[in-house]
């Protein structure tokens, strides 16, 4: 572990003394992309490798080696303030997303600041609403406590090759520093700044290293469910076989300090709950002296269609709406597109998609039409349902 003397660097502007406020007019604004227009990306390199805690209470090291010894991992937590998760890493997707679409959209000016400070300035309700959290008191703490995890946790890696005979060993947090500045009269937030590790940043202005990620996995809750979901997107993306793994090396990529036994049962709950964002799970026993083995593969599309209706948590029409898919299957296909689903929860938040998805399937098949733009016709069928509701009050 290292010492809990190694604290992150994070500061209160407003109680600094002389200190300049940010330049709010651009900074603020400067790096946050839309949300509808934010394509969420993850580094190729952290995907399949134990860089984060699955569960939210570790306190020991990760020590991982690969099978042929070549790539090492070692995770050590902070005695204060203990290991950066895979929640946490949130926080990391999304600003690697922001500075992808600064790349994307040409942003030289800005790139070249990014470069050279490092530092994205954001407002905290911005980027807790961007992973699928909530905005309240309680919630932005918990990002400050992220953030102390995320620029506390020392990794060494030798993971990146920087010549076809060479690697080189590195050592880093996640984060550099962070800071908020605070209004004194009010306690409000004024403003929230991250200062990006070079090693991840370099993972991210190096757009080959990026892997395009479901829009729905900030909603995924458990540890090894996303985890899997990682894996998955890493390995088995189109790939109509998939992919397969032995217990034993399921357990080392997990980094897990679970007993195999308590691992394999773990991963048993999480296959028994079905798919994960695209991808279908399946449990292989070994047979006599054989390893029990997983085996990840992509579902069909009109397997990933009857997937549409339990991605916003499932609730009391989705039995209805998978018997109308299945009667159906590429009626409404469409929305099931990652771009589409980020259209509707940005034009209708806080509206249950998964509800109002089954109503609007079991509306048109008792009408017996078939809509010619899908998108535009649920999109009304939403707004209509909630006008209907305010009337009623």
Known sequence: MTDDTSTPQHVDMSNSEGATDYPRARQLDFFIAPLADLGLRDQRDTMERPFFALSKSRKTSIVYTSPKGDVTVEVSPNVKHGMATIWDFDILIWAGSQVNAMI???????????????TLYFQPADLLRAIDRNTGGKDREELRAALDRLASTYVKTNIRQHH????????????DAWDEETDTKTGHSRGMSITLSQWFLMGVLNQKMLLAMDADY????????????RIARKHAHGSPEGWTFTLTTLHKKSGS?????????????????????????EWIEGEKKEEPRLRIYPLAESDRIQQLASVHAQKRRTKDADAALMAEPGRFGELIHPEKLRFL??????????????????WNGKRGTQPRDVLAAF??????????QRTAR
Do not use: C
Request: net charge positive; hydrophobic share 30%.
């Open 164 to 175: 076809q005979n060479r690697r080189r060993d590195g050592g880093f947090t996640w984060l």
């Open 345 to 362: 929860t940005t034009q209708h938040p806080g509206v249950d998609l998964a509800d109002m998805f089954g109503r609007f399937v079991l």
């Open 104 to 118: 994307e959209r040409g942003d030289r000016e800005r790139l070249e600041e990014l470069q050279r400070s490092k």
């Open 218 to 229: 900030f909603r995924l809750t458990g540890g090894y469910e996303r985890w899997l979901y």
């Open 379 to 388: 999109s009304g069928f939403i707004r209509e349902h909630q006008t209907r």
């Open 257 to 281: 300090d679970q007993a195999k036994a308590h691992f394999k049962r773990d991963i048993k709950r999480v296959i028994a709950r079905g798919p994960i964002l695209g991808y279908g799970l």
